[in-house]
């Protein structure tokens, strides 16, 4: 049997006042979904299964920007953004631009179980989730007070420019390796505050945002989605391991510290190799973060470098 | 002065009858499109601007699967995706879903140029373009009488299963390389035919259907988007390329004939390096392309390998 491993990260950001406020809920939410994907691993479920679960519980915690508790863009409305890849075969599938949907990842997961398309987005995609009977909310479910209350303030204090270079990014992410010996990767974001209407961030392309492969590893990038973008983050890190041999480790530093050391903007990404071990690597201030194996306990990073 | 280099392709595609039947004007679409871009070369213009040009007009040639002449989705609308890159400082581009947008290309160049985010997608998109003010035209403009009759005859006549399994993909793209040394790359695509509402493909996707950086390669994929989503195809020519010295025609072989050897679906790709070396490969049958070099003249392959 594999060694079994979760990590999960809550996004790497500074600005986050209403954390700071809510700690305590923040961190027990973190270990609450960390904890329910190790227990789906212990019992032998597959790693897809874990990291879906995992970020379904953030989703609906309202403390993280995926789900309940997305950002809100210019235009006042929550759109999300969710991928998720099988290790095993490269299945995949993501949404984009999603509204109404509880729980973007799932969808995304429906779409990586039978449709031969890989990224949905927008009206196609919501069509898709009614088809698929995933459970739907009304748009004052995903509008959460603190999110309100940043837009509002924002909206009316802020000059154009100001909104434009906001950095007020969130993501969450979860890799797990189940005790076949397989991967699994999931993100999933309600995008950035003030951000235009249709922007689909990195959260949304596979190779981008999140990538999975038993050949390297399962990782997911965090931060400035732009950033990640122009750098194919997580692909990058899972082709510098498969093609030059680097450890888990190594390829998550140097995608950061030095193919991207000279690039404006918060870089974090965390991964996992098919023997279960952890990289973790981050040129943000912060970057919160859970993680548990066979060898270690529960373990996390919140407000810790 | 930099050698000056320009190549392009119309797609990695099988079934394409009426091309067959209306050759000559695909070839010379094909050619008035390299001569144009070469001629911006030569008088100095930017690849960027090369490479929009030559994308322009085969979005305007109804022949191609861009612009006027797109793919007919499930629902009978065309939704169209492009994306552009300048290889000096890795700003891009991208739409996605687009409709109503004359060539989607130049309205990805307004995102490259003057946002802060890289792609926008579905009603967000539109609203940027008519802020910008770039040329919109009426649903009927794009919807051209050999993609209607292909899409009501497969309406009418395949099963749902068929439906999903059409392959008729077809993408293009161009790589520029300019006097100063400048790599850009560029790809337009009205989709796959009958693909569902709200499919997003690898042509909006920077690092997977575009990428272009002068480190390693100006690069663009065709074929099956879905295959070169997970292969994250065009971003992995220009890894090999920057991290383990490959030439251009060696990281163009290595991604299709090597690493997804086993893959099942199309794949193209053609790239040109800083010093003007051009790469093309594929595991179709055909792919369409042009190119045309300080070093040699106008060349294409229309129905050859």
């Known amino acids: ?35 329910i994907s190790f227990t789906l691993l212990k019992r032998g479920k597959p790693a897809l299964d874990a990291v879906e679960a995992a970020i379904n519980y953030l989703e609906d915690c309202v403390l993280y920007n ?36 509880k729980n973007p990842v799932t969808l995304a997961r429906h779409i990586l179980e039978d ?24 748009e004052s479910y995903f509008v959460v007070p603190h999110q309100y209350d940043l837009f509002m303030k924002r909206r009316d204090q802020l000059s154009k420019k100001e909104k434009e270079e906001l950095k007020n990014h969130g ?60 750098s194919i983050a997580a692909g990058y890190v899972s082709m510098l391991m498969e093609e030059k041999g680097m450890s888990v480790q190594e390829a998550c530093d140097y995608v950061i510290h030095v193919k991207n050391k000279n690039a404006k903007g918060d870089m974090g990404l965390i991964a996992i190799d098919p023997s279960g071990n952890i990289g973790m690597s981050h040129n943000s201030v912060l970057m919160h973060r859970a993680w548990m194996t066979s060898d270690q306990d529960f373990t996390q990073k919140v407000y810790e470098k």
Do not use: P
Request: some cysteine; charged content about 20%; glycine content about 14%.
């Open 115 to 138: 449709s031969h398309h890989i990224l949905l987005g927008g009206e196609g995609a919501i069509e898709y989730a009614k088809h698929k009977g995933v459970v739907m909310e009304h």
């Open 66 to 101: 995926a789900g309940r508790g997305s950002a809100i863009n210019s235009v006042g409305t929550v759109e999300m953004d969710a991928s998720i890849m099988d290790g095993k075969d490269l299945r995949c599938g993501s949404v984009a631009m999603l509204r109404f949907v």
């Open 1 to 35: 049997m594999s060694k079994l491993a979760i990590a999960i990260h809550g996004g790497a950001r500074q600005d986050s006042e209403f954390i700071r406020n809510n700690l305590n809920g923040y961190k027990e939410a973190l270990r609450e979904a960390t904890e």
């Open 171 to 230: 993501t969450v992410g979860a890799i797990a390796l189940d005790s076949k010996g397989n991967l699994a990767a999931a993100t999933s974001t309600g995008g950035t505050s003030f951000n235009k209407q249709g922007r689909i961030g990195d959260a949304a392309m596979i190779g981008v945002g999140c990538f999975a492969s038993n050949k390297s590893c399962g990782v997911c990038a965090t931060g400035d989605g732009e950033l990640n973008i122009r």
